[in-house]
């Protein structure tokens, strides 16, 4: 369910708990594992943060208010309640969305949800929102210059980068027009003969027709 790339990120965000001898390992470790994670890290560029001052800035927390165990005393590094809940919000997006593999991108966008969290004030002081993160990983919508709605192909997460602008967060093309990318043009379709014809179901037409036509409440539901 995790990708390597997202293992290899958790592993090095354990390591450098225990490095620090912090007994527990927060949302603000996840996230200086994750500055460094190809994936999440394309996504921070991409809504115009910069990575080392997110790092720097993480690191100076860590270092002034995390108590550090005295040395040579043995301690068990344990997660926060705030990084499990982070880690399985990840996961259900993923699964919910039909997807096979969680990324840094999907965990950073996780993130957001813990508002309280130092990490997501940091991120915020930098000007990244959640909003930005999941315009970014969906249609390629960011903040710096580089990530302008259009941009050139870069490898893939698996690859080593992260969602591009015509990638989605999963590696998945998309095209230059979001629109293609992202909805189907039934029209299209039934010219080419790629709809099966609806037979004995006038009535129910003819209610969806009207239900779309409603200003308000026009959301049609077929059961």
Known sequence: ????????????????????????????????????DASAQRVIRGCGGEVEAIRTDVEEFLDENMERIPEGANFTCHQTIGVGRVLQRAVYHVQGAGKREVTGANL????????ESHAV????????????????????????????SIA??????????????????????????????????????ARAGKIENLIGRDAEVL?????????????????
């Open 1 to 36: 369910m995790l990708s390597e790339e997202l293992k290899e990120t958790i592993n090095h965000a354990i390591e450098d708990t225990q490095r620090r001898r912090h007994e527990y390992l927060t949302l603000e470790h996840l996230l200086l594992a994750l500055v460094d």
């Open 108 to 115: 950073l966008v996780a993130l957001f949800a813990e508002p």
């Open 121 to 148: 004030f940091i991120l915020s002081s930098h000007g990244i929102t959640r909003r930005d993160v999941t315009l970014f990983i969906a249609h390629g919508i960011g903040k710096a210059p580089q990530s302008s």
């Open 152 to 189: 050139r192909r870069t490898p893939q997460p698996g690859a080593g980068g992260g969602p591009t602008p015509n990638e989605d967060a999963d590696g998945g093309d998309v095209a230059d027009d979001p629109l293609a990318a992202y909805a189907v043009d039934l029209r299209a379709k």
């Open 207 to 223: 209610r969806v027709i009207q239900v779309l036509c409603r200003r308000r409440k026009n959301n049609p539901v077929l059961v």
